[in-house]
């Protein structure tokens, strides 16, 4: 009889075979990159797209925006149904298929680890897209080469979200939440969209970057920001505890931190958007003629 290695007994597979298939679709659209824009891109915009690699940090930046777009758009399609219609048969004790659904007070305690469901657009399991996500972060990760070209808070969101996708996968606990958190990517494409104008030669002045400037900044505060407040209070007056009871207080604790993390990176971010916003947009007034 086969036996399975430790960390494939203690993870679920469909999450491992997310995890696979993120890394290996993120190395397979940034190696596409170069091509598509030797194909599709203009001789003037494949000029300066050239001008990169002789700056890695830019080179890299650049050419992570397609696979970065392209997770994106699979991360919302994929959850969807999961954010807005629940895990059928799993978030409802009407209709929950397991004793456990049906006695539990928290949908933070229960996961879904099939690998196909029967629900969603893609009928890929949550913990598939869980996977799917810390691929995605890992490589993107390693491809920067260094802390530095990927940016210092980018490694701290990497490192933890990585971390905690992984723990809750081990765990089997808050799917809801990291669903939920999956869906946000709903406004990285906007603002890949506002990079690869910037790639081309627009500037920051131009309209067309204010308005890719602005609606970044609208989805960003939509579904980054606006829905922290209530994530943190059900976990804080719902979550906790039933968490805290299945997994015992030190990893709860150390959700709570996770969750700590995301809220100042995610607030912390925002605001520098609103500053940024605020200064563009802002009329001074003219200085007098002496």
């Not at 700056?55 to 954010?83: C, R």
């Not at 970044?216 to 939509?222: I, N």
């Not at 299945?246 to 959700?255: C, D, E, M, P």
Request: aromatic letters at 16%.
């Amino acid at each position: 009889m086969a036996t399975l290695s430790p960390l494939h007994s203690l993870l679920p597979p469909s999450f491992l075979y997310g995890t696979i298939a993120g890394f290996i679709f993120f190395n397979i659209f940034y190696r596409l990159s170069p091509i598509l824009t030797s194909l599709l891109g203009t001789k003037s915009f494949q000029q300066k797209i050239a001008l990169l690699k002789h700056d890695h940090e830019k080179f890299w930046n650049y050419h992570s925006l397609l696979p970065s777009t392209i997770h994106a758009v699979a991360q919302v399609i994929g959850t969807y149904s999961m954010v807005f219609h629940g895990r059928d048969g799993y978030d409802f004790a009407s209709d929950a298929t397991t004793a456990t659904a049906a006695d539990s007070s928290s949908p933070a305690i229960i996961f879904d680890d099939r690998i196909i469901v029967p629900y969603g657009i893609t009928h890929l399991g949550p913990a598939v897209w869980m996977g799917i996500f810390v691929g995605y972060l890992i490589a993107d990760a390693l491809s920067s080469g260094s802390f530095r070209v990927l940016g210092y808070p980018f490694v701290v969101h990497h490192f933890a979200a990585s971390l905690c996708w992984t723990f809750s996968a081990y765990f089997r606990v808050m799917q809801p939440v990291g669903c939920l958190l999956q869906f946000n990517e709903l406004s990285t494409p906007l603002m890949n969209v506002r990079k690869y104008l910037l790639f081309a030669g627009y500037q920051t002045s131009d309209l067309e970057v204010k308005v890719c400037s602005l609606a970044f900044f609208a989805a960003f505060g939509l579904v980054r920001v606006a829905p922290l407040p209530f994530v943190v209070r059900d976990w804080i007056a719902r979550d906790f505890g039933p968490v805290r009871n299945k997994i015992g207080t030190g990893g709860a604790v150390l959700i709570s931190a996770f969750f700590a993390v995301n809220v100042i990176l995610q607030f912390g971010w925002f605001v520098i958007m609103c500053r940024k916003l605020t200064e563009k947009f802002s009329t001074k007034p003219k200085a007098k003629a002496q």
